[in-house]
Each structure stands twice: as C-alpha cells, then as structure tokens.
C-alpha cells in the first residue's frame, strides 16, 4: 500500500515529464517566452514607476536640499558664524560634505524684460561637492571662486525656445549677455557665465552668484548663510539628521523630505498609478497564461481521456498540468529576469527615460521583485488548475474522442 502510494505521487511529476521531453520544442519554447513577456510586464511597470519616483527624488536632493538642511530659527532671517556651524557639521560621522548659501529674492532684468527670482550666493567649488549643477551646465561655463561679475542663470530665467516657463522669463538669455540684478535698490551689473538646465523647475529657477560678488554687492551678508546643505554617506540621511539637530539648537534641522512639497503628491499620484497598473498587469499576465495553457491542455483531451481509460485519477492528472504551469512559470521567471536585468535595465541606464522632471531608470527593490515572482506563479497555478478541473470533468468518451 506504502509503495503504491508512494509510486501515484511519483506520478504526477512523470507525466509531467514525458509531456516537457516529447512535446513540441517550438511550443514549449513560446509558451515559456509568452510567461516571460507576462513577467516582465508586471516588473518593468513598477521599475519604470520607482525610477520616476526616486529619479525626483534625487532631484531635489542633488539640486536643491541636499540630504540634509539647516534653516534659520523662525523669526531670524539668517544662520550667523555659517563657517563655525559648518566645521562642526563637516566633522559629524558620515557628513560627506556641506555647503552653505546665502539667498536674496533679486529681480533681474535683461534690457526690457525683467523678473523676480532668488540668486544663492555661493562658494562654488563647496556647492559643486554637495550638488550637482556644474553637471547640468547647458551653455557656458560653472562660477569660478573669485568670479565677482559672473551670474548662472537656471533655464527658465533665461528662456528662449524650449524652456517651460518661457512666458515670464528673460525671453532667451545668453552666455556673455549683461543682466543687471537689483536687491532693496541696489544693483549690481553681471556677466553670464552660463545656463544650467537640471530639469527640476524649482532649481531651474534659480540664478548663483558667488560669495565674493554677493558680499560686494551686500557687505552685511558677509559669515552669514540662509541655508546650510549636508551631503550624506548613501543610507545614513536619518543618522545624520539626528546628529547634526543636536550640533546647535539655534537653527533648525530638516531632512530633504521637508522640502518635497508638490513632489511630495507627485510621487504618492505615481505610487497610486503604480499599484493601479500592476494589478492590469496581474489580470493581463493571468488571462495570458490562462489561455496559453487552456489551449495546451485542449490539444490534450484524447491524451487525457486516454490516461483516465486506463486508470488515472483526475486529481493525478490535474496535478500534472499544476506541475506544468509551475515548470513554465519557473523558466519563464527566469528568461524574464535575464531579459529585464542583462537587457532593458542597462540599455535604460545608457539611455533613460527623458521626462519633464527627470531622467527616469528602472528601479526595483528585492521586495517588489519577489512579490511578482509570487504573482506569476500563483497565476500560473490558478491557470493550469481550473482548465485541468474543467477537461477532467468531461466525460470519458468525449475526452476520447475529442469532443
């Protein structure tokens, strides 16, 4: 009896077998591969949406915050002794670097177009170990550090074809053009020395000067900062943010997620789409294997008549075709994982996605990965067991017969 039992569950995993070595090669190849296309689906949706999320993300802590930042005490318009505050930050545990910047909200004007945008005096050669404009240069040159009659213009100051916000911009600034700049009725004339275009709005926003032009322009300012900007070792924001609080209790210590704002609703509407399409990805990925094993198993009803004739159980053989479409889903995981990580994930690093706000890569965590593998399989599953009940439960003779 032991044996016999033990000889019926072998079973099962026989038929399934004899039916992946005899069947038709070029069948079971393009099964595989309609699987694999189903799971690449499921994740290239998330990836895509993840890359878009984090590429924001990114954006404003490589443009804007940084990971970390330090603001004046409300009420204080400025951090004072900036260089003081800035040593004792450089020396907190997986500080990689700060900068400091002090921001006037400055009108500048260009012959007869003008417009009121925030200039950052700067340290340029601190800002550029913290962000990541010099890279972002459209046009022209970054500021050098003792460049007093320099500006940097973001590409919606500066305008001109392209830019989104051209309708309330310079209307087409360039690299050499004079643009007199004017604070409280004080005007200081620069040269821009170059367009910058980061595809963040807010950053492109923006106009730089360095410290040195802004400190001939405003002696006050002088050892002052209205932001401070820490750059972190990768994973430790929360650490470091901890630590950098208690560093002076006179000024008030954000992580980058404060300054998120609109990309704060962005993201969750990206999140919520995310979720939306995944599950369209599950019911596409389900009807898909469904149909591709349905027609599998119809091409089979002589085949399976034929077992139940000679003694088979239905459950044996529904069990088989269980084991089947797990067999499929299985390689096809893994042609689809090999096609998404030695394939699209590279050729998307190289060539990213270009939208309006960043550049966006496919990005997916371990988590998310395996939740679809778990999604695949338990669609593949489901999709070989109900038609296996179905045909199963015909009559004897029909299977035989075909009909």
């Not at 039916?19 to 070029?26: A, L, M, V």
């Not at 919606?156 to 360039?174: F, P, R």
């Not at 980058?256 to 789409?273: D, H, N, P, Q, R």
Request: aromatic share 10%; glycine share 6%; net charge positive.
């Amino acid at each position: 009896m032991v044996n016999y039992m033990k000889n019926e569950f072998k079973l099962p995993f026989y038929l399934a077998f004899q039916s992946i070595r005899r069947g038709r090669k070029w069948t079971l190849f393009l099964t595989i591969f309609l699987m694999a296309v189903a799971f690449i689906n499921l994740v290239f949706i998330s990836a895509l949406f993840n890359g878009v999320v984090e590429g924001s993300n990114q954006q404003i802590k490589n443009t804007m915050t940084g990971n970390v930042y330090m603001a004046p005490k409300e009420g204080q318009t400025s951090i004072l002794n900036r260089e003081k505050l800035l040593g004792k930050v450089r020396n907190v545990d997986n500080v990689q670097a700060a900068t400091s910047s002090f921001q006037i909200p400055a009108q500048i004007k260009k012959d007869a177009r003008s417009g009121s945008w925030p200039v950052l005096g700067i340290k340029p050669e601190e800002y550029s170990d913290v962000f990541t404009i010099p890279k972002h240069m459209l046009a022209g040159n970054y500021l050098s550090l003792n460049d007093s009659n320099g500006i940097i213009l973001g590409r919606q100051i500066a305008g001109g074809e392209g830019a989104e916000l051209n309708s309330t911009s310079l209307k087409g600034a360039k690299v050499g053009d004079k643009v007199i700049i004017n604070y409280s009725g004080i005007e200081k004339t620069l040269t821009v020395r170059g367009i910058f275009y980061t595809k963040f709005t807010q950053t492109d926003s923006t106009a730089f000067i360095t410290d040195k032009a802004l400190q001939e322009m405003l002696p006050q300012t002088k050892g002052q900062a209205t932001m401070i900007n820490i750059k972190t070792l990768d994973k430790n924001e929360q650490k470091v943010y901890t630590d950098v609080k208690s560093v002076d209790p006179n000024v008030d210590t954000f992580l980058w997620t404060e300054a998120a704002g609109l990309m704060k609703s962005v993201s969750s509407s990206f999140t919520s789409i995310n979720v939306l399409m995944t599950f369209v990805g599950t019911v596409i990925a389900a009807v898909t294997v469904f149909i591709v094993i349905y027609v599998d198993i119809i091409n089979r009803r002589r085949q399976i008549g034929i077992l139940r004739a000679i003694g088979i159980r239905p459950y044996i053989i529904v069990l088989n075709y269980v084991l089947l479409a797990a067999v499929y889903a299985t390689l096809g995981v893994l042609l689809g994982s090999a096609i998404f990580y030695f394939a699209l994930v590279p050729y998307f690093q190289a060539h990213p996605f270009s939208l309006p706000i960043t550049d966006a890569v496919l990005t997916i965590s371990t988590t998310e990965y395996f939740t679809r593998v778990e999604i695949i399989s338990w669609v593949a599953i489901i999709s070989g067991l109900i038609p296996a009940l179905i045909v199963t439960k015909t009559k004897m003779i029909d299977a035989i017969l075909g009909r």
